[in-house]
C-alpha cells in the first residue's frame, strides 16, 4: 500500500523561528509532492510542490527540500510568523495515477507570537 | 467569485437517513474530488470524475454514490447513514496536466447521531 508517513503530529514555534515538517515515503513511483496548508474551517490549499526530480524549490519564506534516495521530502518555513499557523500536509501522486493525492497524515503547526 | 463551492456547509442527521452534499466549481477544471476528512485531520480520496466519467473510486462504501451532471458539478449521495460516516467531506478539482494543484471547497461536516 502507497503511503506517505508525516512528522511531527505538531509543532510549536517561536516567531521568526524555522519550522520545519517532513514526509517520507515508500513507493518510489511518485510524479510529484505537494505540500498543503489548511487553516480551522476551511478545506486544504495547495502551498508549494515538486518534482521528483528537483532537490529543492523556493517560494518565498517556504522551501521544500527532496531527497530521492532517502525517499525523503521536507518542508521548512523560515521566519515562522503567527499566521502560519495552521494544518500541514505532505502528499505525493503516485506515477500512472495523476489524478490521485496521498495525504501524510498532517502537522499542527502553532506560531507563538 | 467562489471557486469551489458545497452545500450545505452542516449537516446533522439520524442514523439510516439518506443524504445528498452537492459541489460546483466555477474554474472551467476538468477533474473533480470527494475526500474525507476524519476526526483525526486524515484525509482521504474517496472518488475522482474526469469529465463526467468516474476515474478514482476509492474503497468506500456502496452506500456512497457520486453523480456528475456536468464538468463543474460532482455531488455525493449517501444512503442509510452511519454514526461513523461522520466527518468533514471535501469537494475539491484540477485542471488539466496539474492534478497536483488541487482547489479544495470549503467542506461539509456531516454528523450522524
Known amino acids: 500500500q502507497q503511503q506517505v508517513k508525516q512528522s511531527p503530529q505538531s509543532l510549536i514555534v517561536q516567531k521568526g523561528g524555522i519550522s520545519i515538517i517532513n514526509c517520507a515515503y515508500e513507493?518510489?513511483?511518485?510524479?510529484?509532492f505537494p505540500w498543503y496548508q489548511q487553516f480551522p474551517g476551511k478545506g486544504p490549499a495547495l502551498l508549494i510542490a515538486?518534482?521528483?526530480?528537483?532537490s529543492e524549490k523556493k517560494e518565498g519564506r517556504f522551501t521544500i527540500s527532496f531527497n530521492k534516495s532517502a525517499k525523503q521530502f521536507s518542508l521548512h518555513i523560515m521566519d515562522s510568523q503567527p499566521g502560519d499557523s495552521a494544518t500541514y500536509f505532505c502528499?505525493?501522486?503516485?506515477?500512472?495515477?495523476?489524478?490521485?493525492?496521498?495525504f501524510g497524515s498532517g502537522t499542527r503547526l502553532l506560531v507563538r507570537p | 467569485d467562489t471557486a469551489v463551492s458545497q452545500t450545505p456547509k452542516y449537516l446533522v442527521t439520524q442514523m439510516g437517513n439518506d443524504k445528498s452534499i452537492k459541489c460546483e466549481q466555477n474554474?472551467?477544471?476538468?477533474?473533480m474530488y470527494w475526500y474525507k476528512q476524519d476526526s483525526k485531520k486524515f484525509l482521504k480520496i474517496m472518488f475522482s470524475?474526469?469529465?463526467?466519467?468516474?476515474?478514482i473510486n476509492e474503497t468506500v462504501p456502496n452506500r456512497f454514490s457520486p453523480k456528475s451532471p456536468d464538468k463543474a458539478h460532482l455531488n455525493l449521495h449517501i444512503n442509510s447513514l452511519e454514526l461513523g460516516d461522520s466527518a468533514v467531506y471535501f469537494c475539491?478539482?484540477?485542471?488539466?496536466?496539474?492534478?497536483?494543484?488541487?482547489?479544495f471547497g470549503p467542506g461539509t461536516r456531516l454528523t450522524v447521531t
Open positions: 502528499a505525493a501522486i503516485p506515477a500512472g495515477s495523476s489524478y490521485k493525492l496521498i
Open positions: 475539491a478539482s484540477s485542471r488539466r496536466g496539474a492534478p497536483y494543484e488541487q482547489y
Open positions: 515538486i518534482r521528483p526530480d528537483v
Open positions: 470524475y474526469n469529465n463526467k466519467e468516474l476515474i
Open positions: 513507493n518510489t513511483a511518485f510524479d510529484y
Open positions: 474554474l472551467g477544471h476538468d477533474t
